[in-house]
């Protein structure tokens, strides 16, 4: 069947609903359903319209439509204003404007209007990808503006695209001179400030069974590492977060009230062995707290935040974190904290909820009155429970049984089946029963080390949850009770340490992307290299960093080579306007030179001094299509009357015109 040729007004329109429909896809994903399916009808029904050749829909119609799509917005978001709902209006106007064009100047409104909705996408995602997708975008929408500014024959497609992308293409290295020059201000360069109350997954300063679980299945980046130093081994790579001590028998939190400190002053602590420097770049969290490697001073420095500490060495900004930041930590793989800690101090790290876990209870007053008879200490208790729990074969997994309302009683003896949270929280409640001061911390262990680019990479699914003892003398201890179940969780990955099940299951699917080995993990490797030098070097381009770049710059260019440099810049600019003036003094002939070029081509040279009408007869006789051979001989003959014949200004300016159009 054959398609029936489009006039020069539905061809342009089709290519501009096009064009619309690329640019409002990507906000398919966060648009409320109807919103996307309104758009999705519209853009539809105007194409078939414009198919079909029938009118557009009266103004009366569209309008009350208009009203109550934007009364769907409203209702969707509760306001008019803001991200979320801007967007989704402009994606609506765009697709209903479609529908209202009765002019030429509002193809271009639409055309206008598809820019900024484009620009829009990157409120929402920053990641290369998107800004490739916002490139092969961006080229549709100039192959459209310039096919609006023919007035005459329109080349082919493939050729307007070509062209367009020679426009991007120039544009490209004055963008990226602005970019680097231009003065930068200080904060995220997309964002807007009440866009980022987004849930986001990551560590909270609440620790419950099952709340670890469901970041165990988040792939999501919560920060990069870069090792200024050699890096530990896998299992020493334990990110500090946060520390819980409150326990009301179902949850665990932060102790209300916590003192903050500008500085790690009066907090003791000794820190000892190799020093461990790292480069922390952390995504947006809208969190506060700060990770580092265990054992870092709290007393960060970073850039564009007001940092502080609590007595439990957590690390925080004092406001949420809404845009990526980049801080620097030394490490020590040997330390001590608070070993003067006087032990009457340390009540509230041995308080427990009345009314819960009666089995755990008694089982901490007989260890604890084991280790009295015996003369033993912390250590032996502490090894003590590990032990049990190797012996009694617990069991590490992503989905345990669901527990009541004595949840550690019921995973210590009867489902002995958890993830990290179930361990570390039953281990702290064990230890206070014990007479132990203890608490748990949350934050990450391990992390995806990328041969590409030398990062370590610390995803959601690397959350961890630990706990920590106080030893009289020796200060807080850090305890991993999972470690002890499932030592592949620390000594390799999450995938390791699960059971194996069927490959497309659950675990099956996590340890696929686990595999070093795997033609996946090369290729996720390679990505996330590239997504990472993004974000280094464009995402992450703030004052600091520009100020840096260009002193560094200007140090290695010195002065002795600006003159040079701008002598350069002089003599391009200089030849470029010669050849500007030197191509706009003689338009005709430039085209009968091209014209030449063309048929030297195909095999047919003009002789020196051979004229117009001559050559118009050589060209007749090419093997050449008759459109063609047609479009050349009426070239030669506008040529011949464009040089020899006097014509009035309107006549000459039309025959150059449709001289340049034959040769496109």
Known sequence: MRLPVLTRDKADTLLLVVAALLVIAPHFTHLPLWTSATVCVTLFWRALLTWRGRRLPPVWLLLPVALLAMAGVWYSYRTLLGRDPGVAMLALLLAFKLLEMHARRDLFVVLFLSFFLLLTNFFYSQTMLTALGMAVTLVVLLTAQLTFQYTGAVPPLARRVRLAGKVALLATPLAALLFIGFPRIQGPLWGLPGDARSARTGISDTMAPGSMTNLALSEEVAFRVRFLDPAPAQNRLYWRGVVLSNYDGRTWTRIGGTPYRRNADGLTMALGGRAIRHEITMEASERRYLFT????????????????????????????????????????????????????????????????????????????????????????????????????????????????????????????????????????????????????????????????????????????????????????????????????????????????????????????????????????????????????????????????????????????????????????????????????????????????????????????????????????????????????????????????????????????????????
């Open 293 to 664: 490697l265990e054992l870092t001073r709290p007393d960060l420095p970073v850039p564009g935040q007001r940092v502080a500490t609590s007595d439990e060495l957590e690390t925080f900004t004092l406001r949420p974190l809404q845009q990526r930041i980049r801080y620097r930590a030394t490490a020590h793989s040997q330390y001590t904290l608070q070993a003067d800690l006087d032990p009457a101090l340390t009540g509230k790290w041995l308080q427990l909820p009345a009314g819960f876990n009666p089995l755990t209870l008694a089982l901490g007053a007989r260890l604890r009155a084991l280790a009295q008879e015996r003369r033993e200490g912390t250590p032996e208790i502490v090894d003590a429970v590990l032990r049990l729990l190797r012996e009694k074969r617990f069991e590490y997994t992503l989905e345990p049984a669901l527990l009541g309302r004595h949840s550690v009683d019921e995973f210590l003896f009867r489902t002995r089946q958890g993830f990290c949270e179930h361990f570390a929280g039953s281990f702290v409640f064990l230890m206070r029963a014990a007479g132990v001061p203890a608490r748990v911390v949350t934050g990450y262990q391990g992390g995806e080390f990328n041969p590409v680019d030398g990062y370590v990479t610390v995803r959601q699914s690397d959350a961890h949850a630990w706990a920590e003892v106080w030893i009289a003398g020796q200060g807080w201890r850090r305890v991993d009770p999972t470690a002890a179940v499932a030592p592949e969780r620390v000594n390799a990955s999450l995938a390791r340490a699960l059971p194996a099940q069927a490959p497309f299951g659950l675990t099956g699917l996590i340890a696929l992307q686990n595999d070093k080995d795997s033609w996946l993990s090369r290729l996720r490797f390679r990505i996330n290299a590239m997504n990472n030098a993004w974000n280094q070097w464009v995402l992450d381009y703030n004052p600091e960093r520009q100020q840096n770049f260009l002193a560094e710059l200007w140090s290695k260019v010195g002065t002795w080579h600006t003159p040079a440099a701008a002598a350069l810049l002089g003599l391009l600019i200089w030849g470029w306007r010669r050849l500007r003036r030197a191509r706009a003094a003689d338009p005709v002939q430039a085209a009968y030179a091209r014209l030449c070029r063309q048929l030297a081509g195909h095999g047919l040279v003009p002789a020196t001094g051979e004229g117009p009408h001559s050559l118009v007869l050589r060209v007749r006789a090419l093997p050449l299509p008759e459109e063609r051979k047609a479009a050349y001989a009426e070239f030669l003959e506008l040529y011949s009357a464009l040089r020899y014949r006097a014509l009035d200004d309107d006549e000459r300016n039309r025959s150059a015109a449709r001289l340049a159009s034959l040769l496109r």
